[in-house]
């Protein structure tokens, strides 16, 4: 296969990826929305720390958007790919944070003090999270393959596949967010 | 002892298969024919099986109907049942049609269009939208009326007017069914999963008035021609109420409450005359919920409204059975 | 492309790249599945034939605790409905019937020397035997495998105090199904990918055989689809494992006051029929492909309608999504939701209509050649008609009442599913037998199994109609608990009879499949006279596919019978002539 059908081919893997990703959170962001309309929905205010985490993996959007117009230009991109990943592990650690105030504000995941919109909170969070663990791998990958030059202005698949997958759990983050927000 | 013959048997019967087949191969190899193409022959054969098959197969349907057809449920008991039957009677009359008219179409073109000899040419025809538009729209005018008949009758049966029917609550769990009776406030009153427990098999919160003159029973009892409106709940798991004889079928989901809402139109005492002594309504239980699912049942009874009175006065109220106990 | 000079045996047979020993390894195990499947049918049936009765044979396969005294124990009667129905709707019939079609046939059908990512392709099939190692493990813990039927509803399938298996037996049905759905999304991903970029030079998406359509547009439906279940699962396993309410609320079990409260077992049901029901379909199209490409060579007749099948494809793809309330009309969802969900699945029943037709105009005119694949191709297109047409009194609301959960729904999915699907797997096998072993499969035992199994299965599955509009549940482990069935028993033994009958002459195929792959006849290239590109590849099989350049596509895949050529078909490679119309 030649670069070009080779760079088509996974791209489109990731986008079909992508499409399975959003019917699985489709899934559960229904599942919220045909429970919330029930009786005993109580809403819950959103933890501080995750509008940090907001902040932190849009920040790593627009790191990875410059590391690919960097690497067009030629030059080595990986000193904001590390960074990228260092927001991504911010963003990992402000949702933890944002999980203790929830159980401060006596709001759990289960038993005494859960409720269905707190444990639909905790469950959400959760999933995405583990997605953005796969984000952090795939960071992490192409940091390392950029540090050892594998990267050029013809080919730099890795940076573009990363930042294509970044960018999508950046935007889920945002529609899950701002859905948490208004229905939670 | 036995394993080991009959493994012996099975691994002689393969080895029996295997030689049948080379013995075969080797035959037609002497022949000098190729074993396993499909000859004329073997095109004459199969589609003449085909027609006989096809044929004994659609006589087959026809005397699986005449032999089971008394097997089947008895006309509906209830008002909407009727509709029921109709419209279900209407469906099978289309779709049986279709059933034969295609079968025969696929039959008869097998047995005309086979192969005869190499000269036997296909016609090349690759389409016709005309025609892909006409067996496009015929089936889909067909199946508006059936769908309009069908949501007409869903509708009579969904919407129907509850304003004068009389309550009764079918309560299921593993592996028996309970009815309560609303008394003469006709008002169910409350339950709490948190309740249930010893004489207090329901859960109802006997600090509700509505509570007290309630009667719970083992047998669930009908006025002939009354509207009735049955409420559905569940103790643990997802049952499911169906009562074939009057066409009704409803979950029970614990955490919620569902309905039904019928008329019956015909007592056990004229079922019996029609299907025989022993015949007896029942309410059977019709989503898997454990080992004695197949075992999950209530005695159903419709009478007159003499005897439906004087079976209730017997029955003991909710305030006499947990209350007087205390 | 890889280099494969320094091939191993485990690199050849076990972590192959190459799709055609992927393909197999799929078919293997599907088939070793479909006999474990089908095994624990007839085991059950005996009991709901001789209700009570002892049986040996009970014995010697579940042993003393889950069939004492040769009876089968009515919780081990439901692990078997609940396995038979897991196994052959997923193992089978997803996995073994797209597994290897899609596997074997895509790249050799569009022009490819291999699969986007052979690669994922491997995990792919990986993923899948991990996951039938659980599930087969599940079989022999001590409560017993998941029991709550395949679809597992909560609170049931959530609650071991309810029904033994939703113990451990639950649990590892979870894990292989989460198994399940990661292989079945990394072979989708390949599928889809592969036919939209690696088509070779003149083979335009209209050019393409139907049979990849087929594959193409399932392989959309599950990447679309599984992950909904996958959500429901994640959902019923934290209800499961650490206590939440999604499902379960206001339950008592065991004397017990549980402390869950505002869940909906109706939200799981809701969840998992948005998977279940394209799920079908996803396990139908692939049969509905196969059958095109057979009953056309065999007919030596072009596809009737090649464009209005490519669009009733599409047409019940898209509109599987929205018919899946047809399976919760008696749940006490709302009646107008149930008028929606009517309206919806009665009207897949067009294009399913408009796929028959074609099919039989197909035939018509045609020149039609009898081999065991044409024969379970036309036994695809009598079943899919039985079970297509008794589709439209399940999918009517107000009819639906009194069907739900009965025989007569039981009977009619067998027929689409175990009977119209298998016979497409089944056509599919004995088509593309030459091309995946390169020796033919035996004609004669091919026939003894297609007439057995044909005349046994509808003696298995049409009677169960008039079984469903006596009133009998499914799912029950005997009909003696109520007089009203009392009758039915003759019936029950007749289908248990056919049953025997059917699931022996099975022993025919397996031998014939593994007899012919090692003392087979040699097929030649083209055995059938087939225009697709797969029969241009040499016999032996190589990786790559062709030896030399990859042909390229001059015409569509239909030439059958075409004015103006000697031959009965023209393959696609050959170039148009001065003043032929393509088609």
């Known amino acids: 296969m030649n670069i070009k059908l080779k760079n088509a081919t996974y791209k489109q893997m990731l986008w079909i990826g992508m499409a399975s990703i959003t019917l699985f959170f489709a899934g559960l962001t229904s599942a919220v929305i045909v429970r919330s309309s029930e009786s005993g929905w109580q809403e819950i205010s959103m933890p501080k720390s995750f509008w940090l985490s907001t902040i932190a993996i849009i920040l790593g959007s627009l790191l990875l958007v410059t590391s690919k117009r960097i690497v067009k230009k030629g030059k080595n991109p990986s000193d904001l790919i590390f960074l990228t990943f260092v927001c991504g592990v911010i963003f990992a650690v402000c949702q933890f944070k944002g999980w203790s105030e929830l159980v401060d504000q006596g709001k759990f995941f289960v038993g005494e003090g859960s409720s269905p919109a707190s444990s639909f909170l905790y469950v959400i969070t959760f999933a995405h999270l583990l997605h953005v663990v796969g984000g952090l791998i795939s960071v992490f990958i192409t940091y390392t393959k950029s540090v050892n030059l594998k990267y050029s202005r013809e080919n730099y698949l890795g940076i573009e596949l990363t930042s294509i997958y970044w960018h999508f759990l950046d935007i889920l983050w945002l529609y899950l967010f701002a859905f948490l927000l208004y229905i939670i | 002892m036995t394993n080991v013959f009959i493994v012996l048997i099975c691994f002689l019967i393969l080895v029996t298969l295997v030689q049948i087949v080379r013995v075969g191969e080797l035959l037609d190899n002497i022949r000098q024919k190729d074993y396993n193409l499909v000859t004329t022959r073997d095109n004459k054969r199969q589609s003449f099986t085909m027609v006989i098959v096809g044929i004994a197969f659609l006589v087959s349907c026809v005397w699986q109907y005449f032999a089971w057809n008394p097997l089947l449920l008895p006309p509906a008991s209830s008002e909407h049942g009727v509709i029921i039957d109709e419209l279900m009677r209407f469906t099978m009359i289309l779709i049986i049609s279709v059933f034969f008219m295609l079968h025969i179409f696929l039959f008869y073109f097998l047995y005309k269009y086979k192969k005869i000899d190499d000269n036997h040419k296909a016609y090349f025809y690759t389409h016709n939208n005309r025609l892909e538009y006409v067996w496009t729209i015929f089936p889909a005018i067909i199946l508006t009326g059936v769908i309009l008949y069908g949501l007409n009758v869903w509708d009579q049966i969904t919407n129907a007017d509850t304003s004068q029917s009389s309550l009764v609550e079918v309560y299921g769990k593993q592996f028996g069914w309970n009815a309560r009776y609303p008394g003469i406030d006709n008002s169910l009153g409350k339950h709490d999963y948190k309740l249930v427990g010893g004489a207090n098999a329901l859960g109802i919160d006997m600090d509700d008035e509505h509570s007290l003159d309630d009667k719970v029973t083992r047998e669930l009892h009908l006025v002939v021609g009354k509207p009735v409106l049955m409420k559905l709940r569940s103790q643990d798991i997802i049952h499911s109420a169906f009562m074939p004889h009057f066409r009704v079928q409803m979950n029970c989901v614990p955490g919620m409450t569902t309905q039904f809402a019928f008329t019956p139109t015909k007592t056990t005492a004229e079922m019996k005359m029609q299907e025989g002594e022993d015949f007896e309504y029942v309410l059977l239980c019709n989503k898997i919920c454990g080992v004695a699912h197949y075992n999950m049942q209530m005695k159903v009874v419709v009478e007159t409204q003499e005897e439906f009175d004087e079976w209730i006065s017997t029955q003991k109220t909710l305030s006499e059975k947990l209350l007087t106990q205390k | 492309m890889s280099d494969h000079h320094n091939e191993t045996f485990i690199s050849k047979y076990i972590f192959s790249l190459d799709h055609k020993m992927i393909a197999k390894q799929f078919l293997i195990t599907g088939m ?315 009207l897949i029943a067009i294009p399913s209509a408009v796929k028959v037709f074609n099919y039989l105009a197909t035939l018509w005119r045609g020149s039609i050649r009898f081999t065991p694949a044409m024969l ?28 739900h959960d009965t025989y007569f729904v039981v009977g009619h999915f067998h027929i689409v599913m175990g009977l119209s699907a298998i016979y497409g797997m089944f056509a599919g096998v004995y088509h593309w037998f030459p091309k995946m072993y390169g020796k033919m499969m035996n004609k004669r035992l091919g026939y003894i199994h297609f007439w057995v199994t044909f005349i046994s299965a509808y003696g298995v599955f049409f009677p169960m109609h008039f079984l469903g509009l006596a009133g009998l549940p499914r799912r029950y482990y005997s009909n003696t608990a109520f007089p009203m069935f009392e009758g039915l028993t003759n019936i029950n033994e007749i289908i248990t009879f056919f049953a025997i009958i059917g699931g022996l002459v099975q022993i025919l195929f397996i031998f014939n499949f593994y007899y012919s792959i090692f003392w087979g006849t040699k097929a030649n290239k083209n055995p059938w006279g087939s225009t697709t590109l797969e029969w241009t590849t040499p016999i032996e099989r190589i990786h790559g596919n062709w030896p030399g350049e990859i042909p390229t596509v001059k015409r569509w895949a239909y030439d059958y019978s075409k004015p103006g050529y000697d031959e009965d078909f023209v393959p696609q490679t050959e170039p148009i002539k001065e003043g032929e119309k393509e088609h």
Not at chain 3, 376 to 403: K, P, Q, R, W
């Open chain 3, 376 to 403: 379970f191709a036309i036994g695809f297109v009598s079943t899919f008609i039985t079970g297509g047409l008794t589709g439209i009194v399940l999918g009517d609301s107000a009819l639906d009442i009194n069907v």
């Open chain 3, 32 to 346: 070793f599945m479909g006999i474990v499947g089908m095994l624990m049918s007839l085991l059950f049936r005996l009991q709901l034939s001789n209700p009570g009765e002892s049986f040996a044979v009970l014995e010697w396969f579940l042993g003393e605790k889950w069939a004492p005294g040769g009876v089968l124990d009515p919780n081990m009667y439901l692990a078997l409905v609940t396995m038979h129905g897991t196994i052959l709707i997923f193992w089978v019939l997803t996995a073994g019937l797209t597994g290897t079609f899609a596997n074997f046939l895509i790249p050799l059908q569009i022009g490819a020397r291999d699969m986007a990512s052979g690669f994922m392709n491997m995990l792919s099939y990986w993923f899948f035997f991990v996951a039938t190692v659980v599930l087969l493990c599940s079989l022999f813990v001590e409560t017993g495998p998941a029991s709550a039927g395949w679809t597992i509803y909560p609170p049931l399938s959530a609650l071991p105090e309810a029904i033994p298996g939703s113990g451990l037996g639950q649990d590892l049905w979870l894990i292989a199904m989460t198994l399940f759905i990661v292989s079945s999304l990394l072979g989708g991903l390949n599928y889809i990918v592969t036919i939209l970029n690696l088509r070779t030079k003149g083979m335009s998406m209209t050019r393409l055989p139907l049979v990849m359509w087929a594959l193409f547009i399932v392989a959309i439906l599950g990447v679309l689809s599984f992950p909904v279940l996958l959500s429901a699962s994640l959902l019923l396993v934290f209800d499961r494992t650490f206590g939440t309410s999604f499902y379960l609320s206001d339950i008592v079990i065991a004397g017990e006051a549980l402390h869950h409260t505002g869940g909906s077992p109706i939200l799981f049901e809701h969840l998992f029929w948005f998977l279940g029901h394209p799920e079908v379909y996803i396990i139908l199209l692939p049969a509905l492909g196969i059958v095109s490409e057979v009953i056309s060579v065999n007919s030596r007749k072009p596809i009737f309608g090649y464009k209005a099948m490519v669009i009733s494809l599409m047409a019940i793809a898209f509109l599987s999504f929205i018919v899946w309330g047809h399976h919760m009309f008696i749940t006490g969802m709302d009646p107008f939701l149930g008028s929606v969900f009517t309206f919806t699945t009665l």
